[in-house]
Each structure stands twice: as C-alpha cells, then as structure tokens.
Nanobody, 128 residues
C-alpha cells in the first residue's frame, strides 16, 4: 500500500501560480506513476494531469494544457504540479494519486480506475 501526502494548496488571485507536491511512502516500488485529479463543488472528480514513473510520459486535460506542468522525482518518490495563470474555474480540491494498475498501450490512463492510492486532498482557491 502506498500512502500519499499532498501540500502546496492555498488561495491566489487569477493569473497567479501555485505548486502542489505529493510524496509517496510505504510500498513505493508498487506504483507506475502519479496523477493529479480535482473535484470542484457539485462536480465529479476529473483527471488534471498524470505522469508515468519510468518514462515520464505525461497527459494533461485540455483545460490546463499550457498552464500546468507535472513532474516527478523518483528518488524522492515525489510528484509536483506547477500551476500557472490560474483561473477561477481551477478552484477545486486537488488530489494526488498513485497509479497501481497497468494500462494497455494506447489507453487513456489518466483515469481514476488506474489509481488505487489517494491523498487527502488540498484546496486550491482562485478568486479576486
């Protein structure tokens, strides 16, 4: 089992930046990648960005392309989500997750189904 702890959320004005961090502990040899998901009030949780552990392959939701950057540090078992040019619609609870199921080639693996370990979430609020 992998345990995840997120940090870095907060409140910013539109156009501002935040960096989220997620550190894994426990069975850290058992995951294939990291994912960031978010859930806004009254909406379903959706994938924001994911990164594979070995190759560093990345996936981004269309709504964040060009503004968010995901990265990972395998030595530290840590993933990051750099968020720039934040918009009010980015307001949500952001969850880090560890990918515990392998995906077949060509599959959109930045989906909750593939992620079996989740952090507690961190609030991001974008408001003027």
């Amino acid at each position: 089992q992998v345990q995840l702890v997120e940090s870095g959320g907060g409140s910013v004005q539109p156009g501002g930046s935040l960096t989220l961090s997620c550190t894994a502990s426990g069975s850290t040899s058992s995951y294939y990648g990291f994912g960031w998901f978010r859930q806004a009030p009254g909406k379903e949780r959706v994938g924001v960005s994911c990164i594979s552990r070995a190759e560093g392959n990345t996936i981004y939701a269309d709504s964040v392309k060009g503004r968010f950057t995901i990265s990972r540090d395998n030595f530290r078992n840590t993933a990051y989500l750099q968020m720039n040019n934040l918009k009010p619609e980015d307001t949500a609870i952001y969850y880090c997750a560890a990918m515990t199921r392998k995906a077949a080639a060509g599959t959109d693996w930045c989906e909750s189904f593939f992620f079996g370990s989740w952090g507690q979430g961190t609030q991001v609020t974008v408001s003027s």
